[in-house]
C-alpha cells in the first residue's frame, strides 16, 4: 500500500489496468476493500482500507472549492460483490465534491491471462460522478438533495480508454452555469435548518419553534434552502443528531451550496466544534442567530453596548479549540516555556473588555434608576409594554403617542427602549392625567441567559415600572405559547413586575372562534388592532383604571 503513493497516473486516464490491478491485489490479498485517492495531476494522495464512507476525506482536509466546482479528486475503490455503488458510496462522493468514484469488482482469484486480455484481479467496473440537480420549483425543493449518474459494468480495458479530463471539464461547465442561476443573491447566506424533536416536545410546539426559527433566519439576512428534522428521545451528546442525520446535512450543504447549518437549539462549544469537523461548514445555534439580529437592530449607544457584552460573553467559552496550541500556564515542571498562547491572550483582552463593558452597563443601570426617579418624585405613572417579539408594541406606542418609532413585520425590529407620554382619564376625578409608557425589547421563547444578563439596565424598566401592559399577538398560531413564554421570563426577573393588563393586538386578522377562545380564557383583557386604530379609546380607559389600582395605597 505505501508503494501505491509512488504512482502516477497521466493526467487525461481515470486510472490505468496496472494500476487498478495493483489495487484490486492488494484487496484481494487482505480481503478487505481498499479505496485510493488521486488528484489531477494524477498523483496518490490518500490510501485507506475500507469503504469510501469509511476513508473519505474529512472535510477540514479537502482542498477549498466554489460551490460551482468539483473538489479535484476521484477514488478507486474495490468491492467483493458485483453490483453498482451502493448508498452509501455514492453518498461520500456526492459529500466530498470527488471528480469520480471508481469501483471495481473482484473476481476473489489471482491474476489470469484469458484471450489474450488482462483480466486478473478485476472483474467489472462502475464509473460514478455527480450530475447537475435538474431546475425545479420552489414547492419540489423537498425531493433527492443530489443527483449523480453510474455507469454499467464496464471492463477495465473500456474505463482506461475514458478522457477524464473531457469528463471533469464538462461536469464543471455543468455545475458552473447552474450555481450562477442559483446565486441571485450572494450576500445572503444560505442556510440549512436543522431541528431535533425530543420526547419532552408536542409536535406542534417542534413545528412551531422551527417556523421562529426559520423567521428568526430571515430576519438576521439569510435564506434557508433546506429544513431537516430528526426525532430522538434526548440529543446526542456529541453531536445533537446520529451519525446518519450527520451524513445528510453534509450531503445537503454540499449539493445545495450551504454555507451555515443553524440548529434549533443551544450547542455546547464540544458540540459546535465536532459538527464543524464532521460537515466542513460554519455551525451556529439558536442564541448566535438571536445575537447576530440584536446586533444588526442596535441603534443607540447603550444598545450596542449591551449587544457587545452578550456577545462576547457566549463567545468566551467557544474560545477553546480554535488554535492547536493550548494554555501551558502556571508554575512547576511542564509549565515553563513560551509564554502566554495567542488564545490565552484572546481570552485575557476579552475579560478585559467584559469588565469594562460591565462596568458602563452597570453606570447606564444607575442613570436608568435616576431617570425613574425622577418620574417618580414627579408623580407620573408608568406602565412598561412587555410582550413576545412582533406582538405590535411599537406600532401601539406610535398609535397612542405618535412616537414615530421604527416599526416593521420583523422578528426584534426595536432594541432601544423609547418612553412617551400618554394621557388618559384619570379614574377618581375623572380629569385627563399624564402617564409615562415605555415600549421595551420583545420577549421569545428561552430568551438567552447572556442576553438577559446584558439587558438587564432596559430589562429594568418593567420591573420599575408601577403596571405592565402585556401585549399579545392574537393573530399568531402559538399566541397562548406565547403568552406563557413572557409570563415565564416575568417570574425570572430579580424584582415581581407590577399589576398587568393584557391586550390582544391584530383583531382584525382573526376569525370569531379564536376571538371567542381568548374572550374565555382572558374575560378581562381588552381586545384591539393597533394597526386599524381598533378599540384604542377603550384601552385608554382600561389604562386610566390600571394606573389607578397601580399606584392605590395597600
Not at 466544534?273 to 460554519?282: A, F, H, I, K, Y
Not at 408623580?379 to 411599537?394: L, Q
Request: aromatic share 4%; hydrophobic share 40%.
Amino acid at each position: 500500500m505505501q508503494r501505491l503513493y509512488h504512482q502516477k497516473l497521466p493526467v487525461d486516464s481515470i486510472t490505468t489496468p496496472e494500476f487498478a490491478q495493483r489495487v484490486a491485489a492488494i484487496a484481494t490479498e487482505i480481503a478487505e476493500s481498499v479505496c485510493a485517492y488521486i488528484n489531477r495531476r494524477g498523483q496518490v494522495i490518500r490510501v485507506g482500507v475500507g469503504s469510501p464512507r469509511q476513508t473519505q476525506i474529512p472535510p477540514l482536509e479537502l482542498p477549498r472549492y466554489g460551490a460551482g466546482r468539483l473538489s479535484g479528486i476521484r477514488c478507486i475503490a474495490t468491492q467483493h460483490k458485483s453490483h453498482a455503488p451502493n448508498q452509501s458510496a455514492l453518498t461520500a462522493m456526492a459529500i466530498q465534491r470527488l471528480d469520480s468514484l471508481v469501483v471495481l469488482t473482484l473476481t476473489g482469484e489471482g491474476f489470469e491471462r484469458r484471450g489474450g486480455g488482462a483480466t486478473g484481479y478485476v472483474k467489472e467496473t462502475h464509473l460514478a460522478h455527480l450530475t447537475p440537480p435538474t431546475e425545479m420549483e420552489p414547492e419540489q425543493s423537498d425531493r433527492a438533495i443530489a443527483t449523480w449518474s453510474v455507469s454499467p459494468p464496464m471492463s477495465l480495458d473500456m474505463l482506461a480508454k475514458q478522457d477524464f479530463l473531457d469528463l471533469v471539464e464538462g461536469l464543471e461547465a455543468q455545475f458552473e452555469r447552474e450555481f450562477v442561476a442559483l446565486e441571485v443573491d450572494a450576500d445572503r447566506d444560505r442556510v440549512v435548518l436543522v431541528g431535533v424533536m425530543t420526547d419532552s416536545m408536542t409536535p406542534e410546539q417542534f413545528e412551531n419553534e422551527l417556523a421562529e426559527l426559520t423567521r428568526l433566519v430571515d430576519t438576521a439576512g439569510a435564506t434557508v434552502v433546506q429544513t431537516l428534522q430528526q426525532k430522538r428521545s434526548r440529543p446526542h451528546p456529541q453531536t445533537v443528531v446520529g451519525a446518519g442525520k450527520v451524513e445528510e446535512i453534509a450531503l445537503c450543504s454540499q449539493t445545495l451550496g450551504a454555507n451555515l447549518i443553524v440548529f434549533d437549539r443551544d450547542l455546547s462549544p464540544a458540540q459546535v466544534r465536532n459538527l464543524e469537523m464532521l460537515l466542513g461548514v460554519r455551525v451556529v445555534d439558536r442564541t448566535e442567530v438571536i445575537l447576530d439580529i440584536f446586533a444588526q437592530r442596535a441603534r443607540s449607544s447603550a444598545g450596542k453596548l449591551q449587544v457587545e457584552l452578550a456577545q462576547l460573553e457566549y463567545m468566551l467559552p467557544r474560545l477553546t479549540g480554535r488554535g492547536q496550541a493550548m494554555s501551558r500556564l502556571g508554575g512547576g515542571i511542564g509549565t515553563r516555556g513560551p509564554g502566554e498562547t495567542k488564545l490565552e491572550t484572546e481570552r485575557r483582552a476579552i475579560q478585559r473588555r467584559i469588565a469594562r463593558l460591565q462596568k458602563e452597563v452597570n453606570q447606564l443601570q444607575a442613570h436608568r434608576s435616576r431617570m425613574r426617579q425622577r418620574r417618580q418624585h414627579q408623580e407620573v405613572p408608568s406602565i412598561a409594554i412587555v410582550g413576545y417579539t412582533n406582538a405590535g408594541k411599537s406600532t401601539l406606542l406610535n398609535a397612542l403617542t405618535n412616537a414615530e418609532i421604527y416599526t416593521a413585520d420583523q422578528l426584534f425590529a426595536t432594541l432601544d427602549p423609547t418612553t412617551r407620554r400618554l394621557v388618559v382619564p384619570d379614574m377618581a376625578t375623572g380629569k385627563p392625567q399624564s402617564i409615562v409608557l415605555t415600549d421595551t425589547v420583545g420577549f421569545i421563547h428561552e430568551l438567552p441567559p447572556s442576553l438577559m444578563d446584558a439587558f438587564r439596565a432596559t430589562l429594568e424598566e418593567v420591573t420599575e415600572a408601577d403596571a405592565l401592559l402585556h401585549v399579545v399577538d392574537l393573530s399568531h398560531p402559538a399566541w397562548q405559547s406565547q403568552i406563557r413564554s413572557v409570563m415565564e421570563i416575568l417570574r425570572e426577573m430579580p424584582m415581581t413586575p407590577g399589576p398587568a393588563l393584557v391586550a390582544f393586538n391584530k383583531i382584525d386578522c382573526v376569525d370569531s372562534q379564536t376571538l371567542a377562545i381568548a374572550r374565555a380564557q382572558f374575560p378581562q383583557a381588552v381586545f384591539i388592532s393597533a394597526k386599524g386604530s381598533l378599540g384604542l379609546e377603550t384601552l385608554r380607559h382600561r389604562l386610566g383604571q390600571l394606573v389607578q389600582y397601580a399606584v392605590a395605597p395597600r
